[in-house]
């Protein structure tokens, strides 16, 4: 739960830098390639990561352009990327424009409960940094080179002249 806009803003931009890094290492490919009946495409997961930034933060009442909950994945990760550096960017400027420290102690309806804009805050970074972590799973499975985000990858151990963590 966040007390001070300006902790979240510094926790969202590192957020959303790790899930750009992660969303830049999609391949068009890989966006609709399922590796098993019971786990999302590599497209879904990023596209519900992008979608879910303005579907929860309009529930707090923020009004900015974000992409539609159930609009259609995109066929290209370019497109992905863009929209959710938009939806990131949006999401900052409203908090920025329209709340204080004071606003985040206002309660909102959130899925049939009440909770603090502070809490609500803290879901969305912990949801997407949930979600990225299941895409990263996806990636692996995909044959695609996953990014540290907050460490070294398998990848980037050896190019550090280190072993690969196993």
């Not at 879904?44 to 930034?53: R, S, V």
């Not at 290209?76 to 420290?101: H, M």
């Not at 044959?143 to 907050?150: D, E, N, Q």
């Amino acid at each position: 739960m966040y007390h001070k806009l300006e902790d979240f803003i510094s926790d969202w931009k590192i957020e959303s830098e790790s899930t750009l890094k992660v969303f830049n290492s999609l391949t068009d490919e890989s966006l609709t390639k399922k590796v098993n009946k019971n786990v999302r495409t590599a497209g879904k997961l990023a596209w519900h990561i992008t979608t879910a930034i303005g579907e929860m933060a309009h529930r707090t009442g923020l009004t900015f352009k974000s992409v539609e909950a159930d609009s259609a994945i995109p066929v290209t990760a370019r497109e992905i990327v863009d929209s959710y550096k938009e939806a990131s960017s949006n999401l900052l400027d409203a908090i920025k424009s329209n709340w204080t420290d004071e606003t985040l102690k206002a309660e909102d309806d959130m899925y049939g409960e009440m909770w603090k804009r502070g809490m609500t805050l803290g879901v969305i970074i912990s949801h997407q940094i949930h979600h990225r972590a299941q895409l990263t799973v996806v990636m692996r499975l995909n044959g695609l080179k996953v990014p540290g985000v907050y460490g070294p990858s398998k990848e980037e151990w050896t190019a550090y002249g280190m072993p690969a963590q196993e």
